[in-house]
Each structure stands twice: as C-alpha cells, then as structure tokens.
C-alpha cells in the first residue's frame, strides 16, 4: 500500500525559444525557470508545451535547452505544443535530442502517455499533439488515478469559457476539466496566468516566464503542491 507524499510541482509553458524578434528573452526566461525551480523547492518541473517556438529552430539552440534542463536536480515532463509539434520533423525526433539529459522526459504518446515517477508516488500523463485542429482532445485518454498515487496531466490547448462561441483548435471545454481524473492540470498555450479550475479539478494556466514581448522583463511560473492533507494548491511566483 502506498501513501501520497507532499509533492512540489514546478509548471511553466511557452517560452516560445527562437522567437528572435518577438521574445528575445526566451532563453534567459528558461534559465530563470532553471533557477528558480531549485531555489523554490520543486521536486519536478513541467512544461506545457510552446517551449520552442517554431521547428526551424538551430540545434545549437536545442543543445542550450537541454544544457539548461541538466542542471537541474530533479526530473522534467515536457509535452509538445502547436508550436514544437511532435510529428515528422519533429524537434524532439531531431538526432541532438537523443543526447538529453535522463531527468528530462518527452510526452510522446499521441493517444495519451503516462510517466511514472515511484519516489513520488507521481503519475504524469499527456497526449502528444501531432497537428493542433479542432478535432485534437487534449484531455482525451486520461486514465484513472491510482490508489495512493498523484495524477498530474499537462495539456496544450485553449479553454472555452463560457459564452465562447467560436470553434477553435485543442478545445478544452469546462466538462473536460470537471470531469478529468487527475489532481493537477498543467495547461499552456496562452501566454497569461489564468485559473480554469472546475468541479474538484485544480486547472491553471501558468502565463509564461518570459516578459510581455519586446521587453526584458520576465515573468512567472506557477508552483503547485500536492499535500495528502491540504490537497491540491498553487501559487504564482515572479522570476
Ligand atoms: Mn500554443
């Protein structure tokens, strides 16, 4: 029998690295995330795709973000985005990717993939994004959680808030979320913070660690805890 431990979730999304001439901060962004993970605490760090912003990307500038996750002390989840794809071509298929660090781990399942972490007692799922349509369900898959086990899910996509009529591509709908088995839905594809939660489900945009664009300010990331007491929290922390 297990029991759930207090787990310390660092979560981040669109960094968008290689967007020059709109974020060229990105890559100090990500260091600041590096950084920032280690000194609040986290026992993980996620992020929600967008972390590269187009697959023209250089491997130079690939082989900077993997430097960056290694100096990490803790494992990383990162799933692909409608930005960084994981289809043919794919930057996570590329040959400089199959040097990452082994606390890094790619969402490669496109029907839905779970990471397990047993020092956590930690599941993390996700669905590879292979093209970002309306009929792509971010959320569709999602297994049960296990006893005595956190489930945290990561998905790219955009909520429908109510009153939203137009049909947009990775919908994420409100039952989706209130109906999803997971303790933690780590969301990204825009680039504010914003708090989705439905029913018992802790969902949250975590906005992005860059700056508005064109400025060298940085931004933030959410850090969540997962307490077998207090339950599911979070908070927004500045970089
Ligand atoms: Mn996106």
């Not at 100090?28 to 929600?48: E, P, T």
């Not at 199959?98 to 990471?115: F, W």
Request: proline share 5%; aromatic share 8%; net charge negative.
């Amino acid at each position: 029998m297990h029991s759930k431990k207090a787990v310390r979730l660092i979560h981040t999304s669109d960094v968008h690295l290689g967007d020059g001439s709109g974020h060229p901060y990105a890559m100090l962004a990500l260091k600041a995330v590096v950084d920032a993970a280690s000194r609040l605490g986290g026992d993980m760090l996620l992020l929600a795709g967008d972390i590269f912003d187009n697959a023209r990307v250089s491997d130079e500038m690939v082989q900077d973000f993997l430097d960056e996750l290694a100096r990490l002390d803790m494992p990383a989840v990162v799933l692909p985005g409608n930005h960084d794809l994981y289809g043919e071509g794919s930057i996570y298929r590329r040959d400089v990717f199959h040097g990452k660090p082994d606390n890094l781990r790619v969402i490669e399942g496109m029907d839905g993939q779970t990471i397990s972490y047993p020092e956590l007692n930690l599941d993390v799922w996700g669905r590879a994004m292979l093209s970002h349509t309306p009929e792509f369900q971010p959320l569709l898959g999602m297994p049960d959680r296990r006893d005595g086990h956190w489930l945290v899910a990561l998905a790219h996509g955009h909520f429908h808030h109510d009153g939203d009529v137009d049909q947009r591509s990775s919908p994420i709908y409100p039952a989706d979320v209130a109906d999803a088995t997971c303790d933690y839905l780590a969301l990204g594809h825009w680039d504010r913070h914003d708090d989705v939660s439905q029913g018992g489900v802790t969902a949250v945009y975590s906005g992005t660690a860059r700056g508005p664009a064109s400025s060298d300010y940085l931004g933030e990331v959410t850090v969540v805890d997962l307490d077998p007491v207090d339950g599911v929290s979070y908070r927004q922390v500045p970089l």
